[in-house]
């Protein structure tokens, strides 16, 4: 049985957000904008996507 995955890619600049936003992101691992993550779908990063949903797109 093959895990779940989630594509996240990083749209908007974290600077001028939060720092709990910004230490978000980078706990996604993500770094630069268009730059894109695959994720394993489990309820942590669910929660940390919708933390920060304004700065990401999830595919």
Do not use: F, W
């Amino acid at each position: 049985m093959s895990k779940k995955t989630l594509k996240v890619t990083l749209v908007r600049s974290p600077n001028g957000t939060r720092t709990s936003h910004r230490d978000t992101v980078l706990g996604l691992g993500l770094k630069r904008i268009r730059q894109s993550r695959e994720l394993e779908d489990t309820p942590a990063v669910r929660g940390m996507i919708s933390k920060v949903a304004y700065l990401v797109k999830v595919d």
